[in-house]
């Protein structure tokens, strides 16, 4: 069965500092790997995703991730916080079976501190 | 403008008193998905659909039910709403494949 673990609830960086999400999961089958980002009062948004060919891949916002197999991780990275970026995210997982079932993480809830 | 329109975005009713949360998309795709959110459990698929006449259970489909007559259309009802329901409720759909689903606005659900 496959399931997504996100370290940490609630993370704080500082404007301009690195911003760093964690997510790793389980999958006995080459999984797809998507990041969502929900600001308050609304759904959630495509952030990017991973399915096949290069592990690094480029988001919107600045954002990107990188698909590391041997470490079963999808980390979500951006180089510098801006004020804007405060929301919670979320890692998802998906097969490749056909049925297309995703299965999301908990979420962290990022602070950007001024 | 490509979107999934879920109504109403706030409902509170009583237990007990069925209700419908509709959900509509324009954009032709083939799958379609109901979640709940609740805090600290991030989003649980409450039923999915891959087209039209076919749905099935995902992982907490227990008091709700769904139907896909139209492919732009997938409802959520409850027809004995119960307190353990109130919930932030979210639709998404994808076309068939690895893209990612567009989600509605959600629905804050209260029973009381």
């Known amino acids: 069965a496959q399931s997504v673990t996100q370290l940490g609830s609630h993370v704080s960086v500082s404007e301009g500092a690195l911003v760093l999400l964690r997510c790793n999961y389980s999958s006995s089958v080459p999984p797809y790997l998507f990041w969502y980002v929900q600001y308050p009062n609304q759904g959630l948004q495509l952030l990017l995703k991973?399915?096949?060919?290069?592990?690094l891949v480029k988001g919107i916002n600045g954002f990107e991730a990188e698909f590391k197999k041997s470490e079963t991780s999808f980390h979500l990275t951006k180089p510098s916080a801006h004020m804007s970026d405060a929301a919670e995210y979320f890692c998802?997982?998906?097969?490749?079976?056909?049925?297309?079932?995703?299965?999301f993480g908990t979420g962290t809830r990022l602070k950007v501190l001024a | 403008e490509a979107q999934v329109t879920q109504n109403p975005r706030y409902l509170i009713t009583v237990t007990g008193k069925k209700l419908t949360v509709t959900c509509s998309q324009n954009m032709n795709h083939e799958y379609m998905s109901w979640y709940r959110q609740d805090p600290g459990l991030g989003l649980r698929q409450i039923y999915y659909s891959m087209n039209v006449e076919v749905t099935d259970k995902g992982d907490v489909p227990e008091g709700y039910k769904v139907s896909r007559k139209e492919k732009r259309n997938f409802p959520l009802i409850l027809e004995s709403p119960s307190p353990n329901q109130t919930s932030l409720y979210f639709c998404?759909?994808?076309?068939?494949?690895?893209?990612?689903?567009?989600f509605g606005s959600g629905t804050r659900l209260t029973v009381v």
């Open positions: 998404a759909s994808s076309p068939q494949g690895p893209y990612g689903y567009t």
């Open positions: 991973y399915t096949t060919g290069a592990t």
């Open positions: 998802a997982v998906s097969d490749n079976s056909g049925t297309y079932k995703y299965i």
